[in-house]
């Protein structure tokens, strides 16, 4: 096995175990969006509740508009990850997300009616991506002790096994993560019973910025490299 073959093996062996190790908690822990938003401290509660909502990326905070319109809220994000030479990352998505009585969702809502733009916000961050990270890993230790430790990415991992479980295609659960490759998202969670799904409820998503989305599997892309490979050694 070479080195490239070994570091490539290492790394699935590495995101599998943080895969497995997150859908465990999960399973145990369904309402844990609630239970970090409702112990967090009030400076970090409005990017908590986002990212409950969203599973955006952290960085993707300082990016977000919001809109309250009837019974719905409106995420536009504006994508972190996006290199045009490696087609990678969606530029701009959208998320219309049911308005609940979970707190995380009240708490924005009421955010969002008393802003200076009456049902609009743009977040204007108070804090640091580090602190809200602090706090999240911070408050999780205090919940769970030693069972599990959060951190802002554990809302996202959430986020993309609600989608699976949801019975979204793999181009939907592709643009609602901000990923222009379906092969991105196997990093992010497993498909859970039906009835295990707490998380926010997703009404539309769409792909504001219109990239096309690549639906070749990572198998797909190995069998394609070995018959090219074949053809050009035919002996």
């Given amino acids: 096995m070479t080195n490239e073959n070994e570091e490539n093996s290492n790394k699935k062996k590495k995101t599998n175990s943080k895969k497995n190790g997150f859908t465990k908690f999960y399973k145990s822990h369904l309402n844990f969006r609630e239970e970090i938003f409702n112990r ?3 400076n970090h509660k409005l990017s908590v509740s986002i990212m409950a ?3 955006c990326r952290p960085s993707e905070l300082k990016n977000i508009f919001i809109e309250k319109v009837d019974n719905q809220l409106k ?9 045009e030479a490696q087609s990678r990352g969606i530029k701009e998505r959208v998320l219309t997300i ?5 707190s995380y969702n009240e708490y924005l809502v009421n955010t969002i ?3 200076d733009v009456k049902n609009t916000l743009f977040l204007d961050l108070k804090t640091t991506l580090q602190a809200i990270s602090t706090e999240i890993i911070r408050t999780s230790q205090k919940l769970y002790k030693n069972k599990y430790k959060a951190s802002s990415y554990t809302f996202r991992h959430a986020f993309a096994e609600d989608l699976k479980t949801g019975g979204y295609i793999k181009e ?3 643009v609602a993560m901000g990923h222009r490759s379906v092969n991105s998202q196997g990093a992010y969670g497993y498909k859970l019973k039906t009835g295990d799904l707490q998380g926010p409820k997703i009404l539309s998503i769409e792909n504001k910025s219109n990239e096309k989305i690549n639906t070749v599997s990572k198998l797909d892309k190995f069998k394609i490299r070995s018959k090219l490979k074949k053809l050009k050694n035919p002996h």
Avoid: M, P, R
């Fill in 40 to 42: 967090c401290s009030d």
């Fill in 53 to 55: 909502l969203t599973g």
């Fill in 75 to 83: 995420f536009t994000i504006k994508g972190a990850k996006v290199n």
């Fill in 98 to 102: 049911a308005i609940d009585e979970k």
């Fill in 113 to 115: 009616e008393n802003s």
């Fill in 172 to 174: 939907e659960i592709a």
